[in-house]
Nanobody, 117 residues
Framework: QVQLVESGGGLVQAGGSLRLSCAAS????????VGWFRQAPGKVREFVAS????????NYADSMKSRFTISRDYAKNTVYLQMTSLKPEDTAVYYC??????????WGQGTQVTVSS
């Protein structure tokens, strides 16, 4: 029903910035909470940030709050994750997901973010 496609990942030097995009096809993000997660090699997936589509209410993991910003664009059905002051430990595959009913049951394929030191 809903297809999520992440983009914007790549290789960036420590201290740099990157903006990830999560575009939805099919059903829109209306009434959804959309989140960003990441998973580094050998580590468990962790929550990064989320936003409600209708209200724009945001939530961040404590460790991400000072450097990452989540936002959305109504016209483009797209959610963004602006990342600044990137560190090597931010290296991971970043996934977007939608939770229309309290559970993140729609997931994208992920986009690789690699931060070099």
């Amino acid at each position: 029903q809903v297809q999520l496609v992440e983009s914007g990942g790549g290789l960036v030097q420590a201290g740099g910035s990157l903006r990830l995009s999560c575009a939805a096809s099919g059903r829109t993000f209306s009434s959804d909470r959309v989140g960003w997660f990441r998973q580094a090699p050998g580590k468990v997936r962790e929550f990064v940030a989320s936003i409600t589509w209708s209200g724009g209410n945001t939530n961040y993991a404590d460790s991400m709050k000072s450097r990452f910003t989540i936002s959305r664009d109504y016209a483009k059905n797209t959610v963004y994750l602006q990342m600044t002051s990137l560190k090597p430990e931010d290296t991971a595959v970043y996934y977007c997901a939608a939770a229309p009913s309290g559970v993140y049951n729609y997931w994208g394929q992920g986009t690789q973010v690699t931060v070099s030191s």
